[in-house]
């Protein structure tokens, strides 16, 4: 059995994503990482932060992104379908540049590959998700953040990178160009793993924040619009009222210890409990989701509704 790691990425080390961890975290169980390199800025070290790891499971292979022709976030889906494409394993595990997986997962995960290796009706696996928001003591389980995505799926070449390569859907005859077209598309069978992803894009200093927010913005809507809204926005982001979120109890993966260290924006969040942010409140901040959030966490246990479900969940054998 072979597992390919893959991801995508552009300016990742100017936005303060922490790639070189991220890649760092699925390294001991992958048989090779394929990192598909955008056209980054000159200010940016992703090459040097990736060939700092000196591992020979990693390939990079250079693209030049095309937001035009690839509108609305599906860039990102682009980017990932050429990573995959470049996938020798049996099992493909993706990671994107904010993901990091904890090394105490990587044993069942490997495990429950080799178990649905010849288990052709199990296309891939899905993932729980933990959302760190703010700085690295709490997480955002509000109402509206997605809990599971699919994160591992079978080296076939209908499977395809999906909308703006959060998820994946089985795509036969794909263009190779409408990534968010759902006619003619199929829901991936998935088995769930009692493993998290942990996700570190909302935690980053509050200038990179705004300036994150910016750059997929621009991807989404493209850099005209961009470029005007965030003329009217402040330069940092205001990440709200950070008393609303509960405190995380466990412990980071070890490949993010130094990167932690490097946290010195503590001084800019707000604890008090009666601070309102001074931005548009955010979808999961609004009264609605906030309401859904206690009745999942206070009446139904952590159990979501309301939610998309990208995928057929098949039983465990």
Not at 115 to 138: I, P, R, W
Not at 145 to 157: D, G, L, M
Not at 293 to 301: A, C, D, N, R, S
């Amino acid at each position: 059995m072979r597992i390919s790691g893959f991801t995508f990425a552009k300016n990742t080390s100017k936005l303060y994503y922490p790639i070189k961890e991220s890649i760092e975290s699925i390294l001991p169980i992958v048989d090779e990482f394929i990192v598909v390199l955008g056209d980054c800025d000159e200010d940016d070290t992703t090459l040097e932060l990736i060939e700092s790891i000196q591992s020979d499971k990693i390939k990079i292979i250079h693209t030049i992104w095309d937001i035009e022709k690839y509108p609305n976030g599906t860039e990102n889906a682009h980017q990932t379908d050429i990573a995959m494409q470049h996938c020798t394993g049996d099992w493909l595990f993706y990671v994107q540049a904010d993901e990091v997986v904890h090394e105490q997962y990587l044993p069942h995960i490997q495990e429950q590959c080799s178990k649905y290796l010849d288990d052709k009706n199990v296309e891939g696996f899905l993932f729980h998700y933990t959302h760190f928001f703010g700085d690295y003591q709490h997480y955002n389980n509000f109402h509206s953040w997605y809990p599971f995505e699919i994160r591992i799926v079978r080296n076939h070449p209908d499977i395809h990178s999906w909308k703006s390569a959060q998820s994946f859907r089985r795509i036969p005859n794909f263009d190779g160009k409408n990534y968010r077209q759902k006619e003619g598309t199929f829901k991936l069978k998935v088995i769930q793993l009692e493993t998290h992803i942990y996700h570190y894009g909302w935690v980053r200093p509050p200038l990179y924040m705004q300036k994150k927010s910016k750059a997929l913005d621009t991807i989404h809507k493209g850099k005209k619009v961009a470029d005007k809204v965030y003329q009217e926005k402040a330069a940092v982001f205001d990440y709200g009222n950070m008393s609303w979120y509960p405190t995380f109890k466990g412990t980071h993966p070890k490949v993010m210890k130094d990167y932690i260290k490097k946290m010195d924006w503590a001084d800019q969040l707000n604890f008090d409990p009666n601070y309102r942010p001074t931005r548009p409140l955010m979808k999961h901040e609004q009264w609605k989701n906030r309401f859904l959030t206690f009745v999942e966490q206070k009446i139904l246990g952590g159990k979501s509704i309301f939610i998309t479900e990208n995928w057929e969940l098949l039983k465990h054998k």
